[in-house]
């Protein structure tokens, strides 16, 4: 059958010490290519506020302050620890473009790692996220992909990602991009690759381009060969994906890159204006060469829990984490229209 939003609404009801009866209205949404469950339970936005999309902004200016002692990725530190590339990895011992440098990390846990960042900046504010600066770190990301792909045919998939702040992952504060690669294709986007190939099976046509055409309530923007949009089952908090165009990295352009910049600076520029400050990124592809017709090529970033002294993670407690279902707040169609202004003032 062809793309279909399958959901389903439920109402809950609660009794309290006292005897009050109160009615929780739950959503429960199935992700149109892998039927993954999402839950949407807009109830829980008042218990999580202060968790979720409040920082608390002098301790989190202590904590930066404190950071930029010894910070490996500030000058001078930074010329005197950062590791090289081997001779078996590239050609060169660093990538570098312009303020933005490349290289490996110390502890891979890939086939092919490296870090991506500027000696010029330490901590960057959401809405302080510039397009001209990420182009730069995704064009280097990029450069370092192909050429560490020309030297080792086997780092087939390749991903850039990005940790920000301690409820994100990140060790550092400094703010940084990483990628990977590696022979065989990473999880999740090996569930992708077999549930699209799959789609074309049963529908004869390609999923992503189906769902482009089905997903006008979702929509935000389409910007040349991306399309920016918020799913329908959203995994995390906040959720905003895109689709490129183009089957893997090797075929992206300058437009491509240009048009993820800006995509990503103004969710960056919405999550910071609504009180976030920790976030997670991954811009995947296909084989590098080869690679499946029926797949594209996509970005996903959502919003974690703020750093704050007692930390609460809200958002990979059992239900999340093991049973794979996602808990989110906001509906995804709301939060689709608020990002058009936001993609609007590009």
């Not at 590791?83 to 933005?100: G, H």
């Not at 165009?245 to 910049?261: G, N, Q, Y």
Request: net charge negative; charged share 20%.
């Amino acid at each position: 059958m062809p793309i279909t939003f399958r959901s389903e609404r439920k109402t809950v009801e609660v009794q309290a010490a006292d005897g009050t009866i109160t009615h929780h209205e739950l959503e429960y949404r199935w992700d149109p290519l892998t039927a993954r469950l999402s839950v949407l339970c807009p109830h829980l936005r008042e218990k999580w506020t202060e968790i979720y999309s409040v920082r608390d902004d002098a301790w989190l200016a202590e904590l930066i302050a404190a950071s930029r002692a010894n910070c490996p990725f500030c000058r001078p530190l930074i010329d005197q620890v950062a590791a090289t590339f081997s001779p078996a990895q590239l050609d060169e011992p660093t990538i570098t473009l312009d303020d933005v440098r490349v290289f490996p990390n110390l502890y891979p846990r890939t086939d092919f790692e490296a870090v991506i960042t500027s000696p010029e900046l330490h901590h960057l504010p959401l809405n302080a996220c510039e397009p001209a600066l990420l182009t730069r770190f995704l064009q280097a990301a990029l450069d370092c992909i192909t050429k560490a792909y020309r030297k080792n045919e086997q780092l087939v998939y390749p991903v850039i990602g990005g940790n920000y702040l301690p409820p994100a992952g990140a060790s550092l504060i400094h703010y940084h991009m990483q990628l990977s690669m590696q022979q065989h294709p990473f999880e999740a986007v090996r569930g992708l690759i077999q549930a699209s190939e799959q789609y074309e099976k049963e529908e004869a046509g390609n999923y992503w381009l189906d769902l482009m055409a089905a997903n006008k309530d979702r929509e935000i923007e389409r910007s040349g060969d991306v399309y920016w949009y918020v799913p329908f089952a959203p995994a995390g908090f906040c959720e905003v994906r895109a689709i490129v165009r183009k089957p893997s990295f090797m075929t992206f352009t300058s437009e491509d890159v240009l048009s993820l910049a800006n995509g990503l600076a103004a969710v960056l520029q919405y999550y910071g204006d609504h009180g976030f400050a920790a976030f997670n990124f991954i811009l995947y592809s296909g084989r590098m060469v080869s690679g499946n017709t029926c797949f594209l090529s996509g970005l996903q970033i959502l919003a974690r829990p703020n750093p704050r002294p007692n930390y609460l993670n809200i958002d990979s407690w059992y239900m999340p984490l093991l049973l794979r279902q996602a808990i989110v707040l906001e509906r995804p169609e709301e939060l689709a229209l608020a990002l058009k202004d936001y993609f609007r003032s590009d």
